[in-house]
């Protein structure tokens, strides 16, 4: 996939001084026979690499992801957010993780949902992605109870037993290694804490998934092009939705990761899952 230099170094130069992660320090790794290999969209890539293509994708995109969002899901992006505020159940003065929380839509709801007496995590992998967010939630005047924090959903830096609700949106299908990533969110939650997957999944209805995968892989790259200057990012968005495990799957990786009572609902005819489970 091509990257974009100069608008990747433009970006990395406005960015805040963060502990610095793999994603940045990491060289291009070549495939051998004994690397494991894993999915970057259609491409198979060295696991060690697929966390800098990643980043490189938001470090392009992060600039105008909140437009791209409305333009790409005709603003139903909101709906699907509200189902998940909803099916939540936190409550005043509770602590949450929004993990691969990016530009904050989830961060700012919950801030003013657990009060003074709570508190929210902001955390994402990626400087770029933070930085926007930050700014954004700031200039909206959330702060207070929101701390934000670089971090690898793999290996979350948190304490065991520290969260009531774990929230990941549109960001699982980017990790590496999902299963580990299930089994670190499962650690930091508390006793009868919940994890919410917001995703894109597969539809349904078989017509209404002939004309996603077409708007999906023939629209949305070159509404990208236009807007963001570059199609390839949103070319591996579409592809790497079309990777994601289905409903059922992703059901099983839960339960595979010790969560309980794990159930999804479809919304906009299974285009996006939510799914749900606790830890008990």
């Known amino acids: ?59 392009s995109v992060a600039g105008k992801y909140d437009l791209m969002n409305d333009l790409l899901s005709f603003g139903i992006h909101r709906v699907w957010k509200r189902f998940t505020i909803d099916c939540s159940g936190v409550r005043k003065g509770q602590k949450v993780l929004d993990l691969a929380g990016g530009t904050g839509d989830f961060s700012a709801k919950f801030s003013r949902i657990v009060g003074e007496t709570g508190q929210v995590i902001l955390a994402d992998i990626n400087s770029s992605m933070l930085n926007v967010g930050r700014e954004k939630l700031r200039n909206l005047g959330v702060i207070g109870n929101i701390n934000y924090v670089q971090a690898n959903a793999e290996t979350l830096p948190f304490a065991d037993n520290t969260f009531d609700c774990v929230i990941i949106s549109f960001g699982l299908r980017n990790v590496t290694d999902k299963d580990k990533a299930l089994r670190s969110m ?15 999944s597969k539809p349904i209805l078989d ?3 002939k004309i996603y995968n077409f708007y999906s892989f023939n629209i949305l790259p070159k509404i990208g092009e236009v807007v963001v ?12 939705i079309r990777m994601h495990p ?9 339960e595979q990761a010790r969560f309980e009572q794990v159930s999804y609902y479809n919304l906009s005819a299974g285009i996006v899952a939510l799914h749900r489970g606790y830890k008990f």
């Open 1 to 59: 996939m091509t990257s974009h230099n100069n608008t990747h170094k433009k970006q990395q130069e406005n960015a805040p001084h963060f502990a610095q992660t793999d994603v940045e320090q990491s060289n291009a790794v070549p495939i051998d026979n004994e690397q494991e290999t894993t999915h970057f969209g259609f491409q198979t890539v060295a696991k060690a690499e697929k966390q800098k293509l990643v980043a490189n994708v938001f470090h």
């Open 186 to 200: 499962f650690r930091v939650l508390k006793p009868g804490g919940r994890l919410l997957v917001l995703e894109f």
């Open 207 to 209: 017509p209404l998934s």
């Open 229 to 240: 200057n570059d199609g390839d990012s949103y070319r591996y968005l579409a592809e790497s």
């Open 246 to 254: 289905k409903q059922e799957d992703l059901k099983t990786m839960m």
